[in-house]
């Protein structure tokens, strides 16, 4: 098992609709998580980090996490086609902090 | 500010050539990281060094050596190449640990190999 899971998708949503993006991770002991965003040809850069349950939002995007079931999401709201990307999702592991391993991403495509 | 500068960005390779891929970042981050990506797996950690002096195995280490040269640079090497190794890989640093953005990860913009 990996340590961290995504749906691959693709994922396509109206422009305008909420995305939601899921997110689940094997080491419970985790603390720090992560969503960044990748355009095709470019370098991960990131969206948002949250560190405690609950949700975390910040301008379109809100983090939500929930350490008791292993999941993390991201939703993003109005989405425009500019949102379309790869998402990926990060854990840091707990047996070693600076072990950071991130999901496969999900591909999603906001359609005009 | 450069931020995270990885060279080559392409490189063409014969099985069992060797080479190395060089990382350098201006930020004062303490952890450096190299990544590789294929299609539809996401970034796999090769290695990581947490600070100066100090490498780590990730998930993908076979195949591969590493280098932490100073604060600023860490190398990753092949020393004898396999197509398998065909990938993009990325290099990143952070500055440190802890509930803040001192764990947000820098990414160089990727180095294309591919080895025949």
């Known amino acids: 098992q990996k340590e961290v899971e995504q749906n691959s998708g693709p994922l396509s949503v109206p422009e305008g609709a909420i995305a939601s993006l899921n997110c689940t991770y094997s080491d419970r002991g985790s603390q720090s998580f992560f969503w960044y965003r990748q355009y095709s040809g470019k370098s991960p850069e990131l969206i948002m980090s949250?560190?405690?349950?609950g949700d975390k939002e910040d301008g379109r995007f809100t983090a939500q996490l929930n350490k008791a079931s292993q999941y993390v999401s991201l939703l993003i709201r109005d989405s425009q086609p500019s949102d379309s990307a790869t998402y990926l999702c990060a854990v840091i592991l707990s047996t070693y902090n600076n072990d950071m391993r991130f999901g496969a991403g999900t591909r999603l495509t906001v359609k005009p | 500010n450069a931020g995270v500068t990885q060279t080559p960005k392409f490189q063409v390779l014969k099985t069992g050539q060797s080479m190395t891929l060089q990382c350098a970042q201006d930020?004062?981050?303490?952890?450096m990281y190299w990544y590789r990506q294929d299609p539809g797996m996401g970034l796999r950690l090769i290695y990581y060094?947490?600070?100066?002096?100090?490498?780590d195995k990730g998930e993908v280490p076979n195949g591969y050596n590493v280098s932490r040269l100073n604060k600023r640079e860490f190398s990753l090497r092949l020393e004898s190449a396999a197509p398998s190794q065909t990938s993009v890989y990325f290099c990143?640093?952070?500055f440190g640990q802890g509930s803040s953005g001192a764990n947000v990860l820098t990414f160089g913009a990727g180095s294309r190999l591919t080895v025949l």
């Open positions: 060094s947490a600070s100066e002096g100090t490498t």
């Open positions: 990143a640093s952070k």
């Open positions: 949250i560190y405690s349950n």
């Open positions: 930020m004062n981050h303490n952890s």
